[in-house]
């Protein structure tokens, strides 16, 4: 699992000016629409589960939860 901060994130996948806010990407976090971890106060996105995203809901699903 390959870890970075929300603000890498944001830096990284999106173009300057039309990134989401920060309070956004844990927000998505929080509600498990993108893969993270919460360190303390620190949200992370895993890496390796966005760049394997298929776009299919009940694949997504399974491979965040084991189960459908």
């Known amino acids: 699992m390959r870890l970075i901060t929300v603000e890498e994130f944001r830096k990284k996948y999106f173009v300057s000016g039309s990134e989401p806010d ?3 990407i ?3 976090i929080d ?8 360190v303390g106060k620190l949200y992370y996105v895993d890496l390796d589960r966005w760049e ?3 776009g299919d809901p009940l694949v997504e699903k ?4 084991g189960t459908t």
């Open 62 to 65: 399974v491979l965040r939860n």
């Open 26 to 28: 844990r927000s998505w």
């Open 22 to 24: 920060t309070r956004t």
């Open 31 to 38: 509600k498990g629409e993108l893969i993270g971890r919460i």
């Open 52 to 54: 394997t995203n298929t």
